[in-house]
Every structure is written in structure tokens, then in C-alpha cells.
């Protein structure tokens, strides 16, 4: 930690280069970050007259643990209702408000935000008016407490320039259609993704999905439009139908668990091919607006053929797995005993016994040896991209 006077003008002169290069917040956050030495720092905003989640942008925040919460664990934050509440230049402290008792008992606590290495987290709402609403957030790890006397009176003096630098600055957070938050994350993920409307029409594909269509004709682009072999267009069509109907009618409180799967297979007679799809309907009220103010199909990609990093979004999508019961599955696999699990996740032995029976019914798996003889055969890449994902946490 280093909170010196040295340090503060440092960080200040940064903040109001935002002014002339609004990219340059990630690198005040990466600043801020390390100066205090927290688990992470998060800033976002929220759009003033649609609601939507507008900004996002952190230090030590894989879109993983971003893309998660957006789409599953924002329902289950109790620390929402704070921030809606809390006025402009007013400080937040979850531990405040939810005791060790609380948190044990929290399913958000215990399945998303500890396993993730954080516990407490202070915020401060920088702007608040009919424009935008911008909030930036402490995270601290479990280990490490609340930020301490010293560390928010540093960050106290801070505020006012934070607030100042996003006042005339303004414009960069507000909503718009070419700089979506969604659009940013999944730009940011190694697995093939592709966004599309009910119709097929293509608003995103980001770097993996493109080297993809390189790699195979079962799936491309054409006059931006997602295209497959014909005998399985009228099945993803009906999929999507399916699915826009259960997320449409189905619980609030489970955005991600309708999931819908397709093995696109290359024509007898022609060279062997082979892509799976896995697809989740985007509803704007169910993911902040963050992907825009239509409903949207998420489709992840897997081609056997290709050589490129699987990371943990491939467990997800073909299961439905949180990024927390992704790390637990996969230190099943590696050996690892359920107590040793929780000793290494810093969690209750039985938070994990919990998400392991989440698995068993996710994977359609009844026992341990079961559920490693199906991880076993997934990609190789993907176990090890998502133990080294659980090792950097």
C-alpha cells in the first residue's frame, strides 16, 4: 500500500488526463488499485434515462467474474439496494450492513463473491444526476478487511477530483449503441462468441468467433448474417424460439438457466467437420441493458479442429456452470477432496457441497467419478485454461 503525498498527485494528474483521453480511466483504476492494494476497482455507470448499464471498467476484473454477474448474480447482490439509495458523495460500506453471519449464510457471498477473493467493499456515488449515475467501488479481500481509517481518508481526498473529472467528462459514460458494455466483455473472452438478433442477423463477433469461421464452413458470415447448413436452420430458429419463450416466461431469479445446444455436422460425402453451439437468450431487463435495448441470442462456439485457447466460458455455456462451480469441478478433477476445496476457497465445506449437488444436476451427473470422467473429456484446454483462471483469483 502506498498512500504517500507523492502518491495522491500522481494518481490526480492521471485522473484529469481523462480529460483529453477518456481511455485512460482503466490505467487511474490500475493506479488506484495498487496504491491501496486492494483485490480490485471498479467503476460504472448507469445510464440516467433508460437505466441501463452504461460503463464498466475495473482493475483485476476478468470479464469472466463481469459476464457472470451480469447475466446471474446481479439478482442476488443484497448490496444493490445500498447503492440505489445512497446519495451523491456518500460512502457505502457492505460490512456495515452485513455482518459475518449474514455472509455466511449468503448464497451471493458464497458462490460469486468470495471464491472471486473478495469479501468487503466500499463505494463512493461520484455523479449522480438526470444524465447518468457513476459509482466507484473498493473491493478488498476476505483476509484483509475493510479499507482501513487511513485508506479512506485517502480515498476521501481523491473524490472530489474522481467526481470533478466525470462531471466534464460526462459524455463518456452515458449510454451508447457503439460502446456497449456487453459488446467490450465479450470482445475481451478467448472463446468464440457471437451476438445475434431473433432473425440471424450478426451485431457482434468478436477476434475467436472470426479465426473460427476461417477454420470451418459449418458456420460464417455472410451480408451480416449468421449462416449454416441448411438442414439446421430451421432447428436453431425453432431453439431460439424455444428459448426466448422460457426466458420470456421463467423465473427472474435464474436469467442463465435456459440453455439451448446444437452439434452442426459436415455432410456425408464431404471431409469430416464438426462445430457445437451453445446458446442463452439476452433479455435488456434481465442483463442491465448492458448488450443493448433488444433481446439478443448469445452463441458460444467450440470447434474440435481448432487450436485456439478454450477457457471456463466453454463449461458455462455447455452447462450452465457458474465460474465458481467451474473452479470446483475442475479441482475434482485434478484430485482434489471437497474439504481442501473449501480450505483453498476460503468458503464453508458446506457452500461447496451445495454447488457440487448444482453440478451433478447441471451436468446431468450423479457421482464424483462421473462428473471427472465427463470433465476429462472436454477439451484439454479448457480444464487447464480454467485452473489456471482459479489460480490467478
Same mark, same amino acid.
Given at each position: 500500500m502506498d498512500l504517500s503525498q507523492q502518491r495522491f498527485e500522481s494518481i490526480i494528474e492521471r485522473i484529469y488526463a481523462t480529460l483529453d483521453n477518456a481511455d485512460g480511466w482503466?490505467?487511474?483504476?490500475?493506479?488506484?488499485?495498487d496504491a491501496f492494494g486492494t483485490r480490485a476497482v471498479h467503476m460504472l455507470a448507469f445510464d440516467g434515462s433508460n437505466g441501463a448499464l452504461s460503463y464498466s471498467e475495473g482493475a483485476d476484473m476478468a470479464p469472466q467474474i463481469d459476464m457472470e454477474y451480469i447475466q446471474k448474480f446481479q439478482f442476488a447482490d443484497p448490496r444493490v439496494q445500498l447503492l440505489r439509495e445512497q446519495k451523491e458523495s456518500e460512502w457505502v460500506h457492505c460490512h456495515e450492513w452485513f455482518d459475518d453471519a449474514f455472509v455466511a449464510s449468503s448464497p451471493f457471498y458464497q458462490e460469486f463473491l468470495i471464491p472471486h477473493g473478495a469479501r468487503y467493499l466500499s463505494a463512493c456515488k461520484l455523479v449522480q444526476n438526470e444524465r447518468a449515475t457513476i459509482l466507484l467501488a473498493w473491493l478488498c479481500r476476505p483476509e484483509d478487511g475493510p479499507l482501513s481509517a487511513e485508506a479512506l481518508a485517502f480515498?476521501?481526498?481523491?473524490?472530489?477530483h474522481l467526481s470533478r473529472a466525470c462531471r466534464v467528462g460526462l459524455d463518456h459514460f452515458v449510454y451508447s449503441a457503439q460502446a456497449l458494455v456487453g459488446n467490450a466483455l465479450v470482445n475481451k473472452l478467448h472463446q468464440p462468441v457471437v451476438l445475434l438478433t431473433m432473425?440471424?442477423?450478426?451485431?457482434?463477433?468478436?477476434?475467436?468467433?472470426?479465426?473460427?469461421?476461417?477454420?470451418?464452413?459449418?458456420?460464417?458470415?455472410?451480408?451480416?448474417r449468421?449462416?449454416?447448413?441448411?438442414?439446421?436452420?430451421?432447428?436453431?430458429?425453432?431453439?431460439?424460439? $424455444? =428459448?426466448?419463450?422460457?426466458?420470456?416466461?421463467?423465473?427472474?431469479?435464474?436469467? @442463465?438457466?435456459?440453455? /439451448?445446444? !446444437?452439434? #452442426?455436422?459436415?455432410?456425408?460425402?464431404?471431409?469430416?467437420?464438426?462445430?457445437?453451439?451453445?446458446?442463452?437468450?439476452?433479455?435488456?431487463?434481465?442483463v442491465m441493458g448492458s448488450f443493448g435495448l433488444r433481446p439478443l441470442v448469445m452463441l458460444f462456439l467450440y470447434h474440435p479442429g481448432s487450436a485456439q485457447v478454450i477457457d471456463s466460458s466453454l463449461l458455462t455455456a455447455a452447462f450452465g456452470l457458474?465460474?465458481?462451480?467451474?473452479?470446483?469441478?475442475?479441482?475434482?478433477?485434478?484430485?482434489? $477432496? =471437497?474439504?481442501?476445496?473449501?480450505?483453498?476457497?476460503?468458503?464453508?465445506?458446506? @457452500?461447496?457441497?451445495? /454447488?457440487? !449437488?448444482? #453440478?451433478f444436476q447441471k451436468t446431468s451427473t450423479n457421482r464424483q467419478p462421473e462428473l471427472v470422467r465427463l470433465l476429462l473429456h472436454?477439451?484439454?484446454a479448457t480444464v487447464q485454461r480454467a485452473q489456471a483462471l482459479s489460480a490467478d483469483l
Open positions: 482503466r490505467a487511474v483504476l490500475e493506479d488506484i488499485n480515498a476521501e481526498r481523491l473524490r472530489p432473425s440471424g442477423e450478426v451485431v457482434q463477433a468478436n477476434q475467436a468467433a472470426d479465426s473460427l469461421f476461417r477454420r470451418t464452413p459449418l458456420v460464417q458470415v455472410s451480408n451480416g449468421l449462416v449454416l447448413p441448411e438442414r439446421y436452420r430451421e432447428m436453431f430458429a425453432a431453439h431460439c424460439a $424455444q =428459448l426466448e419463450n422460457e426466458v420470456r416466461f421463467g423465473s427472474a431469479e435464474a436469467p @442463465t438457466a435456459n440453455l /439451448q445446444s !446444437l452439434r #452442426i455436422e459436415s455432410e456425408k460425402g464431404t471431409a469430416p467437420d464438426m462445430v457445437y453451439a451453445f446458446f442463452s437468450m439476452l433479455l435488456p431487463e434481465r457458474s465460474h465458481a462451480e467451474c473452479r470446483i469441478a475442475t479441482m475434482l478433477a485434478d484430485g482434489m $477432496q =471437497l474439504k481442501t476445496i473449501a480450505d483453498t476457497l476460503g468458503v464453508q465445506y458446506d @457452500t461447496v457441497r451445495k /454447488q457440487l !449437488l448444482s #453440478i472436454m477439451p484439454a
